[in-house]
Structures are given as C-alpha cells and as structure tokens.
C-alpha cells in the first residue's frame, strides 16, 4: 500500500490566515489522524487519510485548481473507528477554463466501523473556528467563439453505515459549492463566413455539488420518508443549516451581433455567399447547470443574418434561435434543509433575424425573397416547493 508523507513546510499566506503547519498529498496511513484546534493542514493535491479514528478541530483544506480548467484536490478521510469534526474542512474551487472550469474539492468521510460527529453539542471550542463543511465551487467556462463550459460544484459524503451519524446543527454548517458559469460567446466578422453551429452550444453551466450520507442510526437530523423518491429517504436539516448549492449559468450566443452594442458584426460584402441553394442555420443554447437548491438559467441565444453579404439572386438565410433551458432544482442527492426552497433556473431568452435576400438579376428584376426567422425562448422550470418533512418533490 502506497504511504503518503506529511510535508512539515509552512506556506505563506497573504490572507491574514496562520500558515498551514502541515502540507498532505496522497495517501496518508496513520493509527490516529487529528488535526489540533489553531492548526491548519493544506492537501496540496487529492488526499485520502487512511485511520483507526480521526479527529479534526482545526482546519484542514485544499487550495483552488493550479492550471487553467483544474479541478481543485478532494479530500477524504476513511476510518475504521470514529471521526469526529468540530473545526473546519474546506475544499477549494475549480480553476477556470477556455473549453472548461475545473470541478470543484469534493469532501468524503467515512466510517466504516464507528460514528461519525459533525459540529459540537456545545459549541466550537474556538469561535474564530466554528464547524464547517464546505465543498468548492466549479471555475467558470471562458468566453470565446463558444464560450466555455462551467465546472461542477464539490459533492459532500457523509458515511456512516455501520454507526451512528450524528449533527449538531448551526446556521452554514454545510455549505455545498455552487456550479461554475459558462462563458459568453461570440461569432463575428470572418468567423460568421464559415461558421457551422454545433448541435447544442458547449458552454452549459455546471452542476451544483449537494450531500449525500448513509447512515445506521441518526442523531440530529430528521429521516424523511418518501418510497417515490431516489433515494427513498432523506436528511432533513434545520433552516439554513445548509447554504449554496446553486447550479452556474449557461453562457449566452451572440451570432452575427455586437452583445454591447447589439450593432451587425459582419464583415463588409466582399465575402457575398454565391449559389441559389437555401441555406438553413439553427443555433441552440445551452443548458443552465442543476443545482441541490436552485438551477442555473439556460443560455440566451441572439442570432442575426440580416448582415450577410450575398450576391445577386441568392436567397436571405434562414435562422432559428433557440435558448437553452433552465437547470432543476433538486435535492436529489438526499439531504436538505426545512423550509428551502426549490427553484428551477430560467429558461434563455431568443431572437433571431433572417439574411437579407440578394438584389435581382438584371435592371428592374425582382429582388430574391430574404430568409425566414423563429426563435423559441428555452424552457425554464417552476418553483417545486419547500423542503420539508411533508414535502413530496423529488
């Protein structure tokens, strides 16, 4: 089995923040693993400890992916025994990216054998460290010809199956990272000449990350049953017990169209389309991002033709537009808290402009007829309803 080292190096910190004493990267075997109140423990890369027990009243964290489009490090701690946090675990964000954001740190406890404590009946034993879970938020997606898409938000395990789970609730003790945004893009000047649409635009918003636990026996936290559902039971929380979770924004299309200026973007009419064959264009937006507590908005998509140079007798293209749809909201991943409200994301806004038809054929002649245009604004999704005991949204 591969032994990991932990680095004794201290890191600067411009925050204000007391350097990490420790620096973790890989796997990590030790009897007893804890990390002692006023210590900070970085992973510099995906980390797993690997324990008889664990116990974390300190902070231990990741830091936000290195290159562009990196996803940031996991972190996860399996025990045979009991792990009990009463400090802080914080994964950090997805770095940005052209193409794609990075995903965000996932956090994964396991308890194979034992129990597993978050928070303290009492109350933090330092107040400049209440507990905390906190997941990391996915980079966003650059803008571009495209636009990139959004990186999704880190995912929380809590396991616990052979043992008691047990959580003592304060208002942000689980915070969930947020999906990353897709970036804007942009078609202009000679990239309209040859410009082919892809299927759908790639610069969705991502997922939300959300919480997921298994347990023998709970303390602090109601069990909600409900057969219809996936999974059939369910964690439920007190208000505000968990923040974030919100799924990114897709990015929004501008074909043919200044997006600050809403002006013509193509170039002059040296470049006219020839032939008298139809031509067709149909750009569809992406999807906004699911979010555990709200989804992201689907992609407003502008498409316009009106500024095509075509030559004598060629017909104006036609365009439809179509806007990407609103990202659920759900708290599928099981656990939630009361009163929290659901919310789908808004479907994306359309408007599309058909070419301009060529002049006719010779002195006095007929002008040819310009092209169609349909935009259909994307689907958005409705408010499901308030998390709670008698709640039946899945």
Known sequence: MAVGVALLLLVACSSGEAPAGRVLAGVVNVAHFEVAPGERVQCSSDVTVQCQSAAIAGELYSANGRQAGGDAPDI?????????????????????????????????????????????????????????????????????????????????????PNGVLTIHQRPGLIQVGNGGHGGRGVVGGDDLLTFTPPAKLPNGGGNSGGVIATWSTVVGAEVVENAAATPSQRLL???????????????????????????STWPARSGSRVGREDKYVEVVGSDGGEGATQGGAGSSVDVSYSGEPVSTGVRGTSVEARGGEGGEGNWRNGVGSDGQDLHGGNGGAAKAVGGTGGPGDGCGAQGTAGGKATARAGQGWVKVGAIGSNSSSS
């Open 237 to 263: 929380l007190g208000a505000g017990a968990i923040t974030g979770g919100r799924g990114g924004d897709a990015g929004d299309c501008y074909v043919g169209v200044d997006p600050d200026t809403g002006g």
């Open 76 to 160: 996860a701690i399996e025990a045979t025994g009991d792990i009990v946090l009463t400090g802080r675990i914080v994964t950090g964000g997805g770095a940005g990216g052209a193409e794609q954001g990075g995903d965000g740190g996932s956090i994964r406890l396991t308890s194979s054998g034992g129990s597993l404590t978050i928070g303290s009946a009492g109350g933090a034993r330092d107040r400049a460290v209440q507990p905390v879970l906190q997941s990391g938020d996915g980079g966003s997606g650059a803008d571009g010809l495209l636009g990139g898409a959004g990186g999704d938000g880190g995912v929380i395990h809590l396991e616990a």
